[in-house]
């Protein structure tokens, strides 16, 4: 079993930046990618972002430029920056393990409104 619990939400101003963190615990030898979706109000949840424990990345292409995602073990980040309000929305963490099997963060709120 892996716990993931997110933490760094919050309301800011347009243009402006802010950090979400990540972290998973329990059985964290297995698990393969980290990674960021999000999903805003009446819309699917979306990919964002995710690393590989190589540390490769990978982005969703419209968000190429603003997000960058890192990885310290079993620790991930999304350094958000320049931040529009379509980039509203509820964000989740994800540990995808060795095996195929995912584990969800609940996720955290980012509001980006003036």
């Known amino acids: 079993q892996v716990r993931v619990v997110e933490s760094g939400g919050g309301l800011v101003q347009p243009g402006g930046s802010l950090r979400l963190s990540c972290a998973a615990s329990g059985i964290i030898s297995s698990i393969n990618t980290m990674g960021w979706y999000r999903q805003a109000p009446g819309k699917e949840r979306e990919f964002v972002a995710d690393i590989t424990s190589s540390g490769y990345t990978n982005y969703a292409e419209s968000l190429k430029g603003r997000f960058t995602i890192s990885r310290e073990n079993a620790k991930v980040y999304l350094q958000m920056n320049t931040l529009k309000p379509e980039d509203t929305a509820v964000y989740y963490c994800?540990?995808?393990?060795?095996?195929?099997?995912?584990?969800w963060g609940q996720g955290t709120q980012v509001t980006v409104s003036s």
């Open positions: 994800n540990a995808l393990m060795y095996g195929s099997k995912h584990y």
